[in-house]
């Protein structure tokens, strides 16, 4: 199975020659897609990674609605609007899984998209407090280097 994932995503890489790649990097995730994917993005760009266009392909990851990462640790942080955070909400409605009651609610009765918002404030607050523009909302990445 593996090498099947693997070799949809290397050709997929491969036929866009993306300048950046987005990824869940919250391992965290209860439902084990964030790692599954991420394991065939890492496999495929390890396959690609001596390619040339892979010069300028950047890999960076994100975290979910039960983490975020350290300020130390973000290096892209990308400030939202309000009216961005409004389309993040209802890109997050277009996934089934994250609509109204989650499966791993855990001990937070927020709904999904709640938690999301809630976080990208925080981070927001945090940047603000550091003397930086105050924004809606903002998104941390971390890079992946290869």
């Known amino acids: 199975m593996e090498l099947v994932e693997h070799t949809i995503v290397s ?3 491969e036929e866009i020659r993306p300048h950046m790649i987005f990824a869940a990097g919250d391992l965290a995730d209860p439902y084990g897609t964030h790692k599954q994917c ?7 760009i390890d396959f690609l990674k001596k ?9 960076w990851l994100y975290r979910g609605v039960w983490h975020e990462w350290d300020t130390h640790d973000i290096d ?6 309000p009216d961005q955070v409004i389309r993040k909400r209802k890109a997050i409605f277009y ?5 109204d009651d989650v499966m791993f609610q855990g001990d937070d009765s927020r709904e999904f998209w709640v938690r999301a918002e809630e976080r ?4 927001a607050i945090k940047y603000n407090d550091l003397g ?12 992946f280097f290869f």
């Open 120 to 123: 990208n404030r925080s981070t």
């Open 95 to 99: 996934h089934q899984t994250q609509k």
């Open 76 to 81: 892209m942080a990308v400030p939202m609007s």
């Open 11 to 13: 050709n997929l890489i």
């Open 38 to 44: 991420l394991i065939s993005i890492i496999t495929a």
């Open 51 to 59: 390619k040339p266009f892979m010069n300028d392909c950047w890999v």
């Open 132 to 143: 930086l523009t105050e924004y809606a909302a903002i998104e941390g990445f971390k890079r």
